[in-house]
């Protein structure tokens, strides 16, 4: 009789750790969402080493796989901190979305090597610095900086008057832009 109760009590502790191991990030890992290349999305958590080397470390919600997928493996990860987009390899932060896409840049892939079998390939990865604002729209993406920021006022927001006064108020503060692009998106979502 006491050696089932003793069993009873170790299967039952082994439940609850189970059932913990499901709730719990481990540790250095955050709560995400990834989005595949195919399109299809896994949730798990993930240890962000988007800047440091353009990649990110996955695990499944059960903490029993664990993939490194580069940028450019996935189209998108999840977080409730951020979201974060892959274009050529890099990510970016996704500051605000629709028509146009306000985006920083969060990594740097420039001359990472890839790998198909035995053969090196090495990414271009995207123009621009970790922290340069961009804007990606019909896939493609634009550099926003102090030199091209009128043109971009000129020609991309151009069809809505309050989006262009707004982005005439942001006095080189490329981060502002953000409000502006979101009063765009609001005006050709209607």
């Given at each position: 009789m006491k050696l089932k109760t003793t069993f009873l009590a170790v299967a039952l502790s082994f439940?609850?750790?189970a059932v913990n191991a499901q709730t719990t990030a481990p540790e250095g890992y955050t709560k995400a969402t990834i989005t595949l290349a195919n399109g299809t999305t896994q949730p798990g958590y993930i240890k962000d080493n988007i800047k440091k080397s353009a990649s990110i470390t996955f695990t499944d919600e059960n903490g029993s796989n664990k993939k490194v997928y580069e940028g450019s493996d996935i189209n998108a990860v999840k977080t409730d901190?951020?979201?974060f987009i892959c274009i050529n390899g890099d990510f970016f932060k996704t500051i605000c979305t629709g028509k146009l896409c306000f985006v920083q840049?969060?990594?740097n892939a420039s001359s990472k090597a890839s790998y198909?079998?035995?053969?090196?390939i090495f990414n271009n990865g995207t123009e621009g610095k970790i922290g340069d604002y961009f804007i990606y729209a019909d896939k493609k993406l634009k550099l926003i900086n102090k030199k091209t920021v009128e043109a971009f006022i000129s020609t991309d927001l151009a069809t809505c008057t309050?989006?262009?006064e707004k982005a005439k108020t942001i006095n080189g503060d490329i981060a502002k832009l953000q409000e502006a692009v979101e009063i765009f998106n609001s005006?050709?979502?209607n």
């Open positions: 439940s609850f750790a901190a951020a979201n840049k969060a990594s198909n079998g035995t053969e090196a309050a989006a262009v005006y050709t979502s």
